[in-house]
DNA sequence: ACACCATGGTGTATTTATAACACAATACTA
DNA sequence: TAGTATTGTGTTATAAATACACCATGGTGT
């Protein structure tokens, strides 16, 4: 919460520096342990749990806005980030746009503006992630998708649309790329395949198609050290992943 | 163009009613003669062309607002009608954002204001469309797609995207039930297929996969008068329909 | 009246993709 | 050294996509 005199220094900064009714979530994937994992931040000093977000800068591109959002909260830089929805519903903040009502006319409190919030949403390295807070939350964490806690306003309709969006890219666009390490195994590949989806895949099928796909390398040397059979590594053909991206993985018609 | 007054009334208005920052621009297609065809508009006295599009009321949901457009362009309400892409480069719309400099200061001037366009994307009955010139317009007209004049801004961009969008729809939604007439041949529902892929169809194949769907009925009367044997007529099965439309036609995995 | 032709309806092999299933190889454990 | 969980590599059955051939109809030109 802010105070009265903080209030009027962040809105004094944000209708100085940010397009104004604009803003940007981010719906921040990882994979670990075999578990799809969002990043999410606790607001200070209350139980109130939002998805990344920021505004955009009065000269800045709004893929660069979510990019520089991406990187304030993972530290991560260039990786796979889409824009996937706006939400435009005019109640969409309410609960925002009343907080502050008492303490600043609505003309000069940035919380009272209706915000339209372009949804991004990013699949990146949850090892190389560091989850950093930004300057209004005390907790900036990755969560099960399994174990999410309540979110506030529409930020969980926000997530379940990213969701929804990312389980039928995977129909035609190759994924994995920022969400795995460099190398990996294909029963590691498979488990980020089902645990997106949430349904298990026949493990002679799953990589038959990946495979066929072109994308994929096989390293020389098998993983060693696991008890029972030494599986093969495999690290993505960055070319022919590019290639796949841009193309489409087959298309009907 | 403006005269200063008109513009200052114009700017009023415009404060007055719309959230600032956000425009939507439509591309409406339509399917006529056996060409895929967009609606545009001619400003007034300017060899100037671009999509019909428009601003959001300030307690309006963006759909709405869509839809909003598309009813005053062509008469036409309930229409399929689909968000696509925002698009938010600062530079986007630099000649319009200069256009007016010199009559009114930045803070005042409308037009100066960096927008955000939400692009949305119709599929609309062209019989019964009734295509209507905004009040900055001369002409609202449909034209062929392979016959565009060149688009201000970054419109011709737009409206690739909305056709990348329509043809990857295409592959796991039904379409067609808002561009044919009520009743239509299989023939000309392929060439609508056709149309919008720009791409040669096999007669028995589409007319299969097109059955197998089950989104059509047969009517029982065939058409008459034409040359050539007589086609039956087909119609949409709108319950079936609406659930493809839901659950998608196909999908991978 | 008749062959002609453009168009529409229907059927059938061929190929390809998806799905279902079985067995051998490995590396640790007990 | 047998047991077990895991990985690698098939093979077969089914369904879907593709390619292609033939007949039917209703007009045309002679």
Redesign the interface.
């Known amino acids: 919460m802010f105070t009265k005199q903080e209030l009027i220094e962040f809105c004094d900064n944000a209708r100085l520096n940010f397009?104004?009714?604009?803003s940007i979530d981010c719906v921040i994937f990882g994979f670990h342990e075999g578990q799809l994992k969002v990043l999410v931040l606790k607001m200070k000093d209350e139980d109130a749990w939002y998805l990344p977000g920021g505004f955009?800068l009065?000269?800045?591109?709004?893929?660069t806005a979510a990019n520089r959002i991406l990187k304030d909260r993972t530290g991560l830089d260039k990786i796979f980030l889409q824009?996937f929805?706006?939400f435009?519903?005019?109640e969409r903040s309410r609960p925002h746009n009343e907080m502050y009502r008492d303490l600043l006319p609505p003309e000069e409190n940035w919380f009272s503006h209706?915000f339209?919030t372009?949804g991004y949403y990013a699949l990146v390295d949850f090892v190389h992630a560091n989850p950093t807070p930004d300057s209004h939350s005390e907790v900036c964490a990755w969560r099960d998708l399994g174990d999410l806690p309540k979110l506030e306003l529409d930020h969980g309709h926000i997530l379940k649309t990213a969701l929804d969006t990312l389980r039928?890219q995977?129909?035609?666009q190759p994924i994995g790329y920022n969400l795995m390490p460099k190398e990996f195994t294909m029963p590691e590949l498979q488990k980020l395949?089902e645990t997106i989806?949430d349904?298990k895949?026949d493990r002679r099928n799953f990589q038959r198609r990946m495979l066929g796909f072109g994308i994929l390398n096989r390293l020389d040397t098998p993983r060693k050290g696991g008890a029972h059979k030494a599986p093969y590594l495999y690290s993505f053909d960055l070319d022919n992943y590019q290639k796949a991206l841009n193309e489409?993985l087959?298309?009907?018609?």
Do not use: S
């Open positions: 397009v104004d009714h604009i955009v009065k000269k800045e591109p709004i893929d824009q929805h706006v435009g519903d005019p209706r339209l372009i039928l995977l129909n035609y395949y989806l349904q895949l489409g087959k298309g009907g018609w």
